[in-house]
């Protein structure tokens, strides 16, 4: 019979590895807790609809990427519904906060999610079909400052101390802005213009993208290309007065506190509901190369016009997801995650031991310590090398230990060994397993 594989582009996480993803998302916790956001979950799938009218039916991710199906109807009264696993989960987080009126406490909600994103593209490193986002989104009615530039500058800040927490050594930010929707629609035409003469000369993606998604050329890394790339117009001549002086507020808010960027005027993002500010922070090549081509990060941008693009009130608002796999990726080039060691292996000697091995572990385990239960079925030179490489000391249980209640205690970093009552037992493994010791 075949052997049946995980799916093309998804993955088991095993541990040790999964220690490392804990780590990040206990930290991630902790940062976002300290800027008062709460933590929301979604579903992970919705109505198509919900990805088409917000992501945008030209992009990449809705016409290409997303997995889609249409849900069979359980009843003649129901009608078949097209359901989409989610590729993202900013529409997600703004849908939920239409349909629970989010917006009626008059309050900037501050939100964030953890949680698997799915998109059909071609698999390759840091690049996968089932992903993690760690993402964030802060919005609300424009009354609670929802609009206001310090907003970007407070997320971008989060987000340079969260790398800076985690160790991660090198990282740039790139921001642009991609102005109002007006702004945006004036620069698609005059690229559109630019295009039409020289476009023959470029890539077969770029040919197509000159007419149906002008924006997207931005993103070509073909070489040949990037001479007539760098040529076209820049968005930022197309931008108003009010766009212009709304990324020079985030720009100055930023200097305050220390934090270098770069504007990059060709970040014009692949999701359709960006206005003003986007941004991505990108691993810096001078320091880092775990990441390979797919060196972003993390994403994201202001959305002032989404809620309504969906159905809903007035509800500006910016946010990021950090890409999880490629966050592990990138500190895994640092260091391995060393396989955690319980702070204690019970041994018991000889199978009826084994109901007093099972009590003496919750004991130690109430106590606090981590504790690894043995098999008195094992013999005691098994028990010991089982108990070396998974513990890192350990307590035999025979049958004068249960008699006496003087317990044999192995520490393995240094070889000694005691006698210990009991009922001292929890106290005195406690010290002896303190860093210093
Ligand atoms: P995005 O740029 O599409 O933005 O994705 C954000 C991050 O998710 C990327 O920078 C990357 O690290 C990671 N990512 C994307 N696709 C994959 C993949 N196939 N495999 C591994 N990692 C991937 C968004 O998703 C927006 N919702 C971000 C946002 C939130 N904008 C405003 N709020």
């Known amino acids: 019979m075949s052997i049946l594989k995980a799916v093309r582009g998804t993955r088991d996480l095993l541990p040790p590895e999964t220690d490392l993803w804990n780590r990040i998302e206990a930290t991630a916790r902790a940062v976002f807790e300290r800027y008062n956001f709460r933590e929301i979950r979604t579903p992970i799938f919705e109505d198509t609809q919900l990805f088409s009218r917000s992501v945008g039916e030209e992009t990449d991710i809705v016409s290409k990427e997303m997995y889609t199906w249409e849900d069979r109807p359980r009843a003649q009264s129901e009608k078949a519904q097209s359901l989409t696993l989610r590729p993202e989960n900013t529409?997600?987080?703004?849908?939920?906060?239409?349909?629970?009126?989010?917006?009626?406490?008059?309050?900037?909600?501050?939100?964030?999610?953890?949680?698997?994103?799915?998109?059909r593209e071609r698999p390759q490193k840091g690049r996968y079909r089932q992903f993690f986002q760690i993402g964030a989104e802060v919005l609300g009615p424009p009354s609670a400052g929802s609009e206001s530039p310090l907003r970007d500058a407070e997320v971008l800040e989060m987000l340079a101390a969260f790398l800076n927490q985690?160790?991660?050594?090198?990282?740039?930010?790139?921001?642009?802005?991609?102005?109002?929707?007006?702004?945006?629609?004036?620069?698609?035409?005059?690229?559109?213009?630019?295009?039409?003469?020289?476009a023959a000369g470029?890539?077969?993606?770029?040919?197509?993208?000159?007419?149906?998604?002008?924006l997207r050329v931005l993103d070509c890394k073909v070489?040949?290309?990037?001479?007539?790339?760098?040529?076209?117009?820049?968005?930022?001549?197309?931008?108003?007065?009010?766009?212009?002086?709304?990324?020079?507020?985030?720009?100055?808010?930023?200097?305050?506190?220390?934090?270098?960027y770069e504007q990059d005027h060709r970040l014009v993002r692949g999701l359709d509901y960006y206005t003003r500010t986007t941004f991505e922070f990108v691993e810096d090549a001078s320091t880092g190369q775990a990441l390979g081509a797919q060196n972003a990060l993390l994403g994201g941008g202001r959305y002032d016009g989404l809620s309504e693009a969906i159905g809903g009130p007035s509800a500006p608002g910016i946010g990021f997801a950090i890409g999880e796999d490629r966050l592990v990726l990138a500190l895994q080039a640092f260091s391995q995650e060393k396989p955690q060691l319980a702070d204690v292996y019970v041994a018991p000697l000889g199978d009826d031991r084994n109901p007093a091995a099972l009590a003496l572990a919750r004991h130690l385990?109430?106590?606090?310590?981590?504790?690894?239960?043995?098999?008195?079925?094992?013999?005691?030179?098994?028990?010991?090398?089982?108990?070396?490489?998974?513990?890192?000391?350990?307590?035999?249980?025979?049958?004068?230990?249960?008699?006496?209640?003087?317990?044999?205690?192995?520490?393995?970093?240094?070889?000694k060994q005691f006698k210990i009552p009991r009922e001292r037992l929890v106290e005195e493994l406690a010290v002896l397993l303190t860093p210093s010791n």
């Open 91 to 119: 529409a997600g987080v703004v849908r939920a906060y239409i349909e629970h009126r989010l917006g009626e406490t008059g309050q900037l909600q501050k939100l964030y999610y953890i949680g698997p994103q799915f998109r």
């Open 166 to 198: 985690l160790g991660i050594a090198g990282w740039k930010l790139k921001l642009n802005s991609v102005g109002s929707s007006e702004d945006r629609l004036r620069y698609v035409a005059t690229l559109r213009e630019a295009l039409a003469p020289v």
């Open 202 to 214: 470029m890539c077969e993606d770029c040919r197509r993208r000159a007419v149906s998604n002008p």
């Open 223 to 260: 070489p040949e290309d990037q001479p007539i790339i760098a040529g076209l117009p820049r968005i930022w001549d197309s931008l108003d007065d009010a766009s212009r002086a709304h990324f020079a507020a985030v720009c100055a808010a930023l200097d305050a506190c220390g934090i270098t």
């Open 365 to 415: 385990r109430d106590g606090g310590l981590n504790v690894e239960l043995g098999d008195g079925l094992f013999r005691m030179k098994k028990s010991l090398e089982t108990a070396d490489k998974q513990a890192r000391s350990v307590v035999i249980l025979g049958e004068d230990e249960l008699a006496s209640g003087i317990l044999t205690v192995k520490h393995f970093a240094t070889g």
